[in-house]
């Protein structure tokens, strides 16, 4: 089994920062992409951003400027960084990995349990 645990949520004023983490840990030969989305009250699921094992990276055009993501592959972990928060960008984040698990060596999606960002003044 592989696990993710997401870290780093919380409130924070218009104009704020917050650094979301997600480390995946269990049965993992190796991860290729990783990414968050979220999805706020009423509104549709959304990608925010994505990275590949190799480091390319892809943003959602109401983050891009504003959010990076990175990861550290040797802990299995990615990263969030939010900054120049807004009121919009609140929501419940979810990050994800396609993990090839060791066992059987078949390439499947794990999820994070969430972490709300409230962005308010």
């Known amino acids: 089994q592989v696990q993710l645990v997401e870290s780093g949520g919380g409130l924070v004023q218009p104009g704020g920062s917050l650094r979301l983490s997600c480390a995946a840990s269990?049965?993992?030969?190796?991860?290729?992409?990783m990414g968050w989305y979220r999805q706020a009250p009423g509104e549709q699921r959304e990608l925010v951003a994505v990275?590949?094992?190799?480091?390319?990276?892809n943003y959602a055009d109401s983050v891009k400027g504003r959010f990076t993501i990175s990861r550290d592959n040797a802990k299995n972990t990615v990263y969030l960084q939010m900054d120049s928060l807004k009121p919009e960008d609140t929501a419940d984040y979810s990050c994800?990995?396609?993990?090839?698990?060791?066992?059987?060596?078949?390439?499947?999606?794990?999820w994070g349990q969430g972490t709300q960002v409230t962005v308010s003044s």
């Open positions: 994800y990995a396609n993990v090839v698990v060791t066992t059987t060596r078949a390439a499947l999606r794990y």
């Open positions: 269990g049965s993992i030969f190796s991860i290729n992409a």
């Open positions: 990275i590949t094992r190799g480091g390319i990276t």
